[in-house]
């Protein structure tokens, strides 16, 4: 919201939440290592990046490295920088040819070998450097390509300040004044933009605020000089606040701290002005911190025999049940965050074999000592199975899973891994008070939980185990963050059938908020990422030149 100095009574409506960046910028580096070469004096290499679109699933040049001559071991300086979003499966595809001529088109030189991967398995790997075997060209060992990321800065610091005023104007004809700060960063076209508002100190001529804290990006869009205006009012109830007075400043004057530049003509004074960087997602991940998905399928008695067309469950030869297509959805965006793709998979409502006792918290896979699965397929292979194995029984408890997710995490609060809980489910929840209960127990450990409804049932209850709104509470508790996140599936089916982009859609939101959740849960523990380890060096194995 933008205003001029004659505009300002715009701004106490005002809610100072922080806007999110669209995206965090990625900066892509390629290098390759024993190429395999045809040609028999001179060799030219260069890498292209092809990005696939969502829905149309057809790769989408992005750009082209520079050509490097006469080494099979090319570092290609020339970078790429792609919008990151831990949300979305962003597949990737790199191609290497050997350059005979000037010509653009790629046809008209020799392929080398290709891979393919997602953005987030460059993000997810060690140090951020993925190696993968070049393929493509049938019977020959085309050789390896290395792909590291590093964030681009945007920059992350976050300024914490505090003010007081002395003798300030008297505005209020009974009493003394209730005054309150607005903060304002400057524009190119001279106008100025809301960025902070302080309480309402009731009742003094001499306030002290709060501490508060608002990102450098925000305050003056990363440019110390920028004028910063700030504005004194005297609070009224009905909104028709009184003027003050004003003064401007900017970055680079506040971050002197306490000193005669800091005492401005209204009678505020800077009492304390800190900096620090604010970690990000990718910070941690690069650290070495793994998201560990515990998926959990739902299995519930009402459903039907699976090889109904009329259940949810159905397992049509040509098409993914909702189910899967879920799991499939989320599951393949998160395994690239995990080194070793070994995933626990629990289902939870059905009688087992042999004597058929009712389970809410059993192994996928038959195999209650180890329930791990080998990747989202693994999953996937183990709950077809499981489905000709068990018979299907409510009702419908997800308390007994949670607390079983939580006794993991309760046991790794250090940082070093973070859990997130699937649950995929079409019933109406049957043990609401302990599921609350465990919600809020939850919160205080390192995990999310996302909630998919498939089906046509009545989700209400869901609804409101998603805290996005109001926080979930138990017995007088408030969960100390929102780590639920809740959706139907049925809000996301493509119309026309495409069930890609239905997955996409899903995955996208569905994993929105998990960096935000991420991140909470650090801060408030005040755990800082690990130094990334040091960036790969590539061995001196020839010299090669640049064109």
Not at 143 to 161: F, K, Y
Not at 208 to 222: D, P
Not at 304 to 309: E, I, L, R
Not at 521 to 529: A, E, G, L, N, V
């Amino acid at each position: 919201r933008s205003c001029s100095s004659d505009q300002s009574a715009v701004a106490f409506d005002f809610d100072p939440i922080q806007g999110n960046i669209p995206a965090t910028k990625v900066e892509i580096t390629v290098s390759c290592r024993y190429v395999l070469c045809y040609a028999t004096f001179c060799f030219f290499a260069v890498c292209v990046l092809y990005v696939q679109g969502i829905e149309t699933k057809q790769w989408r040049e992005f750009g082209r490295t520079e050509v490097i001559d006469n080494t099979l071991n090319p570092d290609f300086v020339r970078k790429f920088v792609l919008d990151y979003f831990f949300e979305e499966r962003q597949n990737l595809r790199i191609d290497l040819y050997d350059v005979d001529s000037k010509s653009p088109d790629l046809s008209k030189h020799d392929f080398l070998g290709q891979t393919f991967c997602t953005l987030g398995e460059i993000v997810g790997s060690p140090a951020s450097r993925l190696e993968k075997p070049l393929i493509g060209i049938p019977g020959k060992k085309c050789g390896t390509i290395v792909l590291s990321a590093e964030e681009l800065g945007n920059c992350r610091d976050v300024a914490t300040m505090q003010f007081c005023a002395n003798k300030l104007d008297k505005k209020d004809f009974f009493g003394k004044s209730d005054p309150f700060m607005v903060f304002y960063r400057s524009n190119e076209d001279g106008t100025f933009t809301i960025c902070h508002k302080t309480e309402v100190v009731k009742n003094t001529l001499n306030p002290v605020w709060q501490q508060f804290s608002i990102a450098v990006r925000g305050l003056c869009n990363g440019d110390y000089d920028r004028t910063i205006k700030v504005e004194v009012y005297d609070w009224d109830r009905d909104g028709s606040h009184d003027f003050i007075g004003e003064f401007t400043t900017s970055y680079r004057e506040l971050a002197r701290g306490q000193s005669q530049f800091n005492v401005y003509e209204v009678s505020v004074t800077l009492l304390s002005f800190t900096v620090e960087s604010e970690h990000t997602f990718l910070d941690y991940i690069k650290g070495g911190c793994g998201t560990g998905p515990h998926c959990c399928l739902y299995l519930y008695l009402l459903l039907g025999n699976p090889s109904q067309s009329t259940s949810l469950h159905y397992m049509n030869p040509y098409q993914m049940n909702a189910y899967a297509m879920a799991l499939k959805a989320v599951g393949e965006i998160i395994q690239d965050y995990d080194s070793d793709k070994m995933f626990p998979a629990l289902g939870f409502g059905a009688k087992l074999p042999p004597d058929g006792r009712v389970s809410h918290e059993f192994a996928l896979n038959g195999n209650p000592e180890n329930p791990y699965c080998n990747g989202i397929e693994g999953i996937l292979e183990a709950y077809h199975r499981s489905l000709k194995t068990v018979q299907l029984y409510g009702p419908t408890n997800f308390a007994p899973v949670i607390n079983h997710v939580a006794r993991y995490a309760a046991a790794v609060q250090d940082g070093s891994q973070y859990f997130v809980l699937l649950i995929i489910t079409d019933g109406v929840i049957s043990d609401m008070a302990q599921t609350k209960e465990a919600i809020v127990n939850a919160a205080k450990l390192p995990m999310s939980i996302i909630i998919v409804g498939v089906g046509q049932a009545e989700f209400d209850a869901m609804v409101e185990l998603d805290g996005d709104d109001i926080r979930v509470s138990s017995r007088g508790r408030l969960a100390e963050r929102d780590i639920v996140q809740f959706v139907p599936f049925r809000d996301y089916i493509d119309r026309t059938g495409n069930h890609v982009l239905s997955m996409a859609r899903l995955a996208k939101d569905v994993l929105a908020e998990i960096p935000d959740q991420f991140i909470s849960y650090m801060k408030t523990r005040s755990i800082k990422p690990n130094p990334a380890p040091p960036p790969y060096t590539p061995p001196g194995l020839s010299v090669h030149t640049q064109i």
